[in-house]
């Protein structure tokens, strides 16, 4: 089964695809390093901040600049 692919907005490099950590980590596939999308939750003054991790550059941004393709 192919994994999904997503697109993150990174303010540094714009549109950017990758394939998010949490679903590689339940395949065999092996993932260059580059297109791998991390996820990690943030502490804030408002709770807890999920953000992503951009492959190219390594900038976090906000979750919600995520989406499937």
Known sequence: M???????????CGSVEGYAETE???TDFI???DSVIEEHDFSSPAGPVSKCRC???GTWVDASEVEPM
């Open 2 to 12: 192919p994994l999904d692919v997503y697109k993150l907005s990174c303010p540094h």
């Open 24 to 26: 590689i980590a339940e």
């Open 31 to 33: 993932i260059e390093a």
């Open 55 to 57: 492959p190219r550059c």
